[in-house]
T-cell receptor, first 113, second 111 residues
């Protein structure tokens, strides 16, 4: 079954404690992206990756890092989380750019205390 | 980043009614996308529009890419209870690599 998986689905952490949210897709997609969703703001793109070792900033990259060492994985790293990063995070992938159907993961709800 | 204004923010409609929502921007986009998100799920693509003036249907859904490339609308005809959800528009720019989402329209259908 074609899918995008994210882990964990829920996470409560404290300010400053480094964390990683994993994202994996089994569709051999080149394009992957991370979004955060906040009430009244819709989804905002954090980072995207066109292929292995190719990443670039989206609209709200501050406080986040990503890496793309393998085609299937695109982890989101918060080196020093802060409360304003409390949000619902989605990973997405598509075969080319965002013009192709993006498959979204189930979401990770992060709370930073 | 680019800004997308989506309206209305929310709608309560009677089952069977038609629905219309739109997105506008001061910026030009290369592609317009419409997504639906149900509670606890990620967004799912409904319609993609690639050319200015393009009108595309997907069942009871119809969307258009504005001729100025700065707006798009989505119509849902004869709404049913399973249409409930949040509808997002999204615009692509920057060589089709960057995506900006609208703030969403929350649709409630009263049976």
């Amino acid at each position: 079954e074609a899918q995008v998986t994210q882990n964990p689905r829920y996470l409560i952490t404290v300010t400053g404690k480094k964390l990683t949210v994993t994202c994996s897709q089994n569709m051999n997609h080149e394009y992957m992206s991370w979004y955060r969703q906040d009430p009244g703001l819709g989804l905002r793109q954090i980072y995207y990756s066109m292929n292995v070792e190719v990443t670039d900033k989206g609209d709200v990259p501050e406080g986040y890092k990503v890496s793309r060492k393998e085609k299937r994985n695109f982890p989101l790293i918060l080196e020093s989380p802060s409360p304003n990063q409390t949000s619902l995070y989605f990973c997405a992938s598509s075969s080319r750019t965002g013009t192709d159907t993006q498959y979204f993961g189930p979401g990770t709800r992060l709370t930073v205390l | 980043g680019q800004q997308l204004n989506q309206s209305p923010q929310s709608m309560f409609i009677q089952e069977g009614e038609d629905v219309s929502m739109n997105c506008t921007s001061s910026s030009i986009f290369n592609t317009w996308l419409w997504y639906k998100q149900e509670p606890g799920e990620g967004p799912v693509l409904l319609i993609a529009l690639y050319k200015a003036g393009e009108l595309t249907s997907n069942g009871r859904l119809t969307a258009q890419f504005g001729i100025t490339r700065k707006d798009s609308f989505l119509n849902i005809s004869a709404s049913i209870p399973s249409d409930v959800g949040i509808y997002f528009c999204a615009g692509l720019y920057g060589g089709y690599q960057k995506v900006t989402f609208g703030t969403g329209t929350k649709l409630q259908v009263i049976p």
